[in-house]
């Protein structure tokens, strides 16, 4: 082994064994040109250090928790977004039954007022209206009767009815 100095470059965290190894390298014959070389640059490739099993199940804790979490939050906002628009359509049909409520309510009152005032008119005496007697009462034939006793020059390409035996009117 040649000199042992530690280079003028070298930091002093550098550790004892790195020292060492820098040393060697630079002695060697095929490293002549590399009078520059400083330890420092040299990257250091960190061991692999084992961790212990419980840090381990705790991030596998963590990173399933946070899947778990972010679901649990979309379908929270999902559930919160159908509950606020079913709520909206809820608000919206329930202002079309009450506009339909009032509407009854409104077409019933007019509908009685008419009647009202109908009887009104029917009690005046100047409206023309006669009261109801069986002596005034209107009969009208058939319709087969009156057809029958018309005489008509075209015939007809229907077929021939049969007269009813059910009343015509009430």
């Not at 004892?16 to 095929?30: D, E, G, I, Y």
């Not at 972010?70 to 977004?81: E, I, M, Q, T």
């Not at 007022?113 to 009208?140: C, H, Q, R, W, Y």
């Amino acid at each position: 082994m040649s000199s042992a100095s530690p280079l003028p470059d070298q930091s002093p965290v550098a550790s004892p064994k790195r020292r060492r190894r820098a040393a060697k390298s630079l002695s060697a014959p095929a490293t002549k040109g590399l009078q520059e070389f400083t330890p420092s640059k040299v990257s250091h490739v960190p061991t692999a250090e084992v961790l212990p099993s419980w840090l381990l199940r705790l991030y596998t804790v963590h990173r399933y928790s946070s899947v778990v979490t972010f679901l649990l939050v979309a379908v929270a906002l999902v559930v919160y977004g159908w509950t606020v628009y079913s709520q909206e359509l809820w608000n919206q049909e329930f202002r079309r039954l009450q506009n339909l409520q009032r509407n009854e309510r409104q077409l019933t009152t007019t509908n009685a007022m008419l009647k009202n005032k109908m009887a009104e008119d029917a009690e005046n005496p100047s409206a023309g209206l006669v009261s109801p007697t069986p002596d005034k009462t209107i009969f009208l034939p058939s319709a087969s009767d009156s057809a029958s006793s018309l005489p008509s020059n075209k015939t007809s390409n229907s077929p021939i009815q049969q007269p009813t035996s059910s009343p015509l009117g009430y």
